[in-house]
């Protein structure tokens, strides 16, 4: 794989304080969209690419800068020294807050500190942190606007909006954007500290708990984030500022990323992240989606993704290494994990008419299928899906 994609839909779990979710491709959900269930979504007349609440917007290579950000604060003690490890550092951060933590007095000096600086921005995370495509789209303006009017309190006018769990679909991602007026940012890059800082021994992340962390990284998050930014070339990195394991080890990932030659830069930099400013993310092939085998440019979220020869002709399908289901995201195609003739499972589209039933995909024939299981738990099924002619 040339560029595959990085963080992808890191699903909700209740219990679990962050912005990603425990799951296995095959057993969960996660940021940005739903996991495949085996039925058939409705017909949708129009392709969308630009729902997700996870993507960066902005395709690698990203010319060597990094943007910081952090989620689900303010915390009165956590988010402090973070604010001094940055300070101290000299770089620049964005802060997506939640209403309900703003709300406490104890954090309002924390949020006035950050507010005086101009390394710093303060950005919309919603009130309290719920999965909005389980709202209503009014419950979803409330959960905005009513943060958004707490923070013109204190001298702030969000530009930036981050969804839960990036999980969001074109309704919601439309209201947010069009309606309110309200930038979505993704990210690149997903550092897991929720995961190495609360999900078992302090600083280990097993694919058990977290299955996006590869096991040469599981008790090394400086070098997973490392990882990800050096194969992106730069990118917005995604933390939380409720960690004390965050703060304690932020100073060293600003030197190992300095060290490796990366400088950083914020959100609002249009030279760095112009799409993102832009509201229009860039428009790359999804799961079972078409691609370009020679640029592997596929959906740059779901960090294992690649563009695999569908044909002898020189088509390409972006899938993805499953057991049991696969990503879903709103504006494409339902997707299936497809048991593969090396006896393991890819993700690919079932053949649905937003796919054309499969003639919009080059070098697929659509097909029944078997679900490729695996260790997933999930049900046996057999679905009509775009089955790439190499495989």
């Known amino acids: 794989m040339l560029i595959g994609s990085l963080v992808a839909c890191l699903f909700p779990v209740v219990g679990t304080k ?75 951060a964005t802060f997506f807050v939640l209403g309900e933590r ?97 999900m078992g021994a302090e600083g280990v992340c097993t694919r058990e708990d977290y299955w996006r962390v590869p096991e040469a990284y599981e008790a090394d998050m400086r070098g997973w984030i490392v990882e990800q930014v050096v194969r992106f070339d730069g990118g917005v990195v995604l933390f939380h500022d409720i960690h004390d394991y965050t703060a304690d080890s932020l100073d060293d990932v600003i030197a190992d990323l300095r060290d490796r030659g990366f400088t950083f830069t914020s959100l609002d930099d249009l030279t760095a992240f112009p799409l993102l400013n832009a509201g229009t993310p860039a428009d790359l092939p999804y799961l079972g989606e078409p691609c370009d085998p020679s640029a592997d440019a596929c959906w740059q979220v779901e960090f294992e993704a690649w563009c695999d020869p569908a044909s002898d002709a020189g088509d390409g399908v972006c899938t993805l290494a499953c057991e049991g289901l696969c990503p879903d995201r709103d504006g494409a195609a339902t997707t299936f994990c497809a048991t593969v003739p090396s006896d393991a499972g890819q993700c690919t589209s079932r053949a649905e008419g937003i796919n054309q039933w499969c003639d919009a995909v080059p070098g697929t024939e659509a097909a029944w299928t078997e679900r490729f299981v695996g260790a997933s738990g999930e049900d046996d099924a057999t679905v009509e899906a775009c089955i790439p002619e190499a495989w």
């Open 102 to 198: 703003l709300s406490d007095p104890d954090t309002w000096p924390v949020v006035d500190d950050i507010v005086s600086d101009p390394l710093f921005d303060v950005a919309n995370h919603s009130w309290s942190h719920p999965d909005l495509t389980g709202l209503s789209l009014a419950d979803v303006e409330a959960e905005v606007v009513d943060t958004t009017d707490l923070l013109a309190t204190f001298g702030v006018t969000p530009t930036f909006f981050r969804f839960p769990y990036g999980s969001t679909d074109c309704a919601r991602r439309d209201l947010v954007a069009d309606e309110l007026g309200l930038r979505v940012a993704g990210w690149q890059v997903d550092s897991a500290d929720w995961c190495y800082a609360a």
């Open 18 to 92: 962050g912005d990603t979710a425990s799951t296995t491709v095959g057993s969960g959900s996660g940021h940005g969209g739903s996991v495949g269930t085996g039925t058939v979504s409705p017909e949708v007349e129009e392709r969308r690419w630009d729902c997700s609440g996870m993507t960066g917007a902005d395709p690698a290579p990203l010319g060597g800068r990094v943007a910081l950000s952090f989620d689900d604060g303010p915390d009165a003690d956590v988010t402090p020294r973070i604010v001094d490890t940055l300070r101290r550092n000299g770089v620049p």
